[in-house]
């Protein structure tokens, strides 16, 4: 075990991979020598030359080709350098990657990865800043992850790749940089598989990717307050480990959940059906709150952007209101 | 190269199967028995038969909506595609796709696509992986003239032609694409030319010429296999009937329609393997009696076949 970035967690497991599975390979924009628009493959690319193939800029096509390298069964990994540019490929993902499976009886099956960077606080405004997991976790056929640790990240890199269907793998640009222990060699961390971050009695806080860590902040901050909050790490939306978030809530009777999507539509109302259709509903005694980014594409200024999204401040105001209305 | 006596006659047969199995479909939907919409193939037989007589039963397709001739030529048993277009659980994907989504692995049919041009970036995967693996294989990419407008048919030409990937991409030119003429839908009057924007050989072949087609598509294959690249046909056909279901053809004369019927690709094949004493008449006529009773039988199963299993709604959604 040993202290390590997010990206360096994530190359790491994209060599073990390679190495591994001759079927594994990566496609993408710029990941051979130059490593990649956040430099994942920085250094790479000489050992792994056959491994890093670059592609023109064509998404529909990078991804188009991705399921056809699956369907006669390769296990590729294609990353979309900004996860905003999935729009472009949006027929192959939702039309095609999504329904092979289904709509062929089972005959076909797509082990496919779709590695793609969200997320705001980088300055780089609307369309190379937005979240979308809620976007594709509405889409039957597709798994949607967020790994939020550098554990997390190597570990269900490594299980993303070795599932059979297709998986769409969101990573924070601010994450990149972040550290965390780190196994050397080989592990998993299943996909589908809540984590629970840190125990506490009095609220359970549900976050995902980049709000984990903040929503971590935030429940040290809370100590102060007498409030002892419980973080979960959903890490996976599809499929969606129900009965971690059900089990917490009952213990806890309050939930806040923490996205980093906009609000509206987005999963944290998923989470609040699916809490409400359970046991926990019984145990609820106050109205579940939801803190997520606006609805609004997301803004330039640093003052704007800041605003666009839950910050830790925001997160010990949520839950410090949920406890001053008694 | 000289085709065997024996390979002509399954191309014939094979040609005859797919017309009759149309003939059959298109009664079925009259009587409302296939659900939904089918689009018929009928009058482009040449073109599936003589690509698919260029390759090997491993080698991969991809298809269209317009996919039931070119899962025949691959090999795909009639009797499992009618229980498809019937909706029962025999039918090659368990009635969850029906016409437009006909897939049969075991032949490297990767599938037909409901989505004008979304087989080609796949057909271009698969490529992809044949190239990366050296295994050998080569994929032909059948799509038609309407989908050669789509963004994506650009993109994966570009990416075959840097590649060099072992790929034929097979453009069935019909003329139109649903209502829209060609020459109104598209810039160039051949779409092979386009070959030339991605360094990619353009060949034009009579599409109701199955020996024709063979002799293209197998010098293609070829190169293909040969790890020199792709090549772009493009097979000039026509389309008897309407788009799908209910098109009464308004945008095209009864006089363009009987031209091109009177070069009946099947007519034209069978006066070649006589012309050539292939074949005799009778010979012909006894290929034709013995698909006649195939379908029938094709037809028996698929009628006599448990419907899809409503129990199982949710199966085959993840692996
Ligand atoms: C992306 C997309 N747009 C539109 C359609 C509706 N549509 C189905 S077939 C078709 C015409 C396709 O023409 P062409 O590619 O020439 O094939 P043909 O029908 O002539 O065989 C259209 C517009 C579709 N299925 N997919």
Redesign the interface.
């Not at chain 1, 399921?67 to 069964?73: K, M, Q, R, T, Y």
């Not at chain 1, 092979?100 to 099956?109: A, D, E, H, I, V």
């Given at each position: 075990m040993s202290e390590k970035t997010y990206i360096d967690a994530l190359a790491e497991a994209l060599r073990e991979e390679f190495d591994r599975d001759e079927n594994v390979?990566m496609m993408g924009e710029d990941i051979g020598i130059y490593g990649g628009a956040f430099g994942v493959t920085k250094g790479m690319y000489p050992k792994y030359k056959d491994k890093l193939l670059d592609?023109?800029i064509?998404e529909?096509?990078i991804?188009?080709?991705?399921?056809?390298?699956?369907?006669?069964?390769?296990r590729?990994i294609v990353e979309i350098m900004f996860s905003d540019f999935m729009m472009d490929a949006m027929?192959?993902i939702v039309?095609?990657a999504a329904k092979?499976?289904?709509?062929?009886?089972?005959?076909?099956?797509v082990?496919m990865v779709i590695r793609a960077p969200m997320g705001c606080g980088t300055g780089a405004a609307a369309q190379h800043s937005q979240s979308l997991p809620a976007l594709f976790a509405h889409i039957?056929?597709l798994?949607v992850v967020m790994p939020a640790t550098p554990y997390d990240v190597k570990g269900m890199l490594k299980a993303a790749v070795r599932?059979?269907?297709p998986v769409i793998f969101f990573e924070h640009k601010l994450l990149y940089w972040t550290k965390g222990d780190v196994p050397e060699g080989d592990y998993t961390v299943p996909i589908g598989k809540a984590a629970v971050k840190r125990e506490g009695k009095d609220i359970t806080i549900i976050a995902g990717s980049i709000m984990v860590p903040r929503s971590m902040e935030a429940a040290e901050k809370l100590k102060e307050y007498g409030i002892d909050a419980e973080v979960i790490d959903i890490r996976s939306l599809v499929p969606m480990d129900v009965e971690t978030i059900v089990e917490s809530v009952s213990k806890t009777g309050k939930a806040i959940i923490v996205e980093d999507d906009n609000k509206n539509n987005g999963w944290g109302s998923e989470v609040v059906s699916k809490l409400i259709e359970s046991d926990a509903f019984d145990y609820l005694d106050e109205p579940i709150k939801r803190l997520a980014g606006k609805d609004i594409p997301i803004p330039y200024a640093p003052e704007l952007e800041r605003a666009a999204v839950p910050q830790i401040e925001d997160i010990i105001e949520g839950v410090k209101e949920i406890f001053d209305k008694r | 190269m000289e085709l065997s006596k024996e390979k002509m006659l399954w191309m014939y047969q094979k040609m005859v199967e797919i017309r009759k199995f149309e003939l059959k479909v298109d009664e079925l939907f009259k009587k409302n028995m296939i659900w939904g919409t089918c689009h018929l193939y009928i009058g482009e037989e040449a073109t599936a038969v003589g690509a698919c007589a260029a390759l090997n039963r491993d080698d991969?397709i991809?298809s269209t909506h317009r996919g039931h001739g070119h899962c025949i030529a691959k090999g795909a048993e009639m009797k499992r595609m009618m229980a498809e277009l019937l909706g029962r659980e025999t039918?090659?994907?368990?009635?969850?796709?029906g016409s437009m989504?006909i897939?049969?692995?075991s032949t490297g049919n990767?599938?037909a696509?409901?989505?004008v041009a979304?087989g080609?970036?796949?057909?271009?995967?698969?490529?992809?992986?044949?190239k990366?693996?050296g295994d050998g294989k080569v994929t032909i990419c059948f799509f038609g003239d309407g989908a050669g407008n789509e963004?994506?048919f650009h993109?994966?030409l570009?990416?075959a032609g840097?590649w060099k990937l072992p790929i034929v991409y097979l453009c069935e030119n019909n003329l139109y694409g649903m209502s829209n003429p060609v020459k109104n839908s598209t810039a160039v009057e051949d779409i092979a030319v386009r070959g030339q924007a991605y360094n990619i050989p353009g060949v034009i072949v009579d599409g109701n010429d199955v020996l024709a087609v063979y002799e293209t598509v197998k010098e293609a294959v070829g190169r293909a296999r040969r790890g020199e690249g792709a090549t772009l046909i493009e097979s000039k056909t026509y389309r008897w009937m309407g788009h799908s279901k209910s098109d009464p053809r308004a945008y095209r004369t009864r006089e363009e329609e009987q031209e091109w019927k009177e070069r009946d690709p099947i007519k034209l094949f069978a006066s070649q393997l006589m012309d050539r004493n292939i074949a005799t008449e009778d010979e012909l006529k006894k290929i034709d009696e013995q698909v006649d009773e195939e379908i029938e039988e094709a037809y028996e199963f698929a009628v006599n076949s448990p419907k899809a299993r409503v129990e199982d709604i949710t199966?085959?959604?993840?692996?």
């Open positions: 390979f592609t023109p064509s529909a096509s991804v188009g080709a991705g399921v056809g390298c699956a369907l006669v069964g390769m590729p027929e192959w039309n095609q092979l499976r289904y709509m062929t009886g089972g005959q076909l099956k082990p039957p056929g798994k599932d059979d269907n | 991969y991809t039918g090659y994907c368990k009635g969850r796709g989504h897939v049969d692995v990767l599938g696509n409901g989505v979304g080609i970036p796949i057909a271009t995967g698969a490529a992809l992986a044949s990366r693996r963004g994506a993109e994966s570009n990416m840097i199966e085959y959604v993840y692996a």
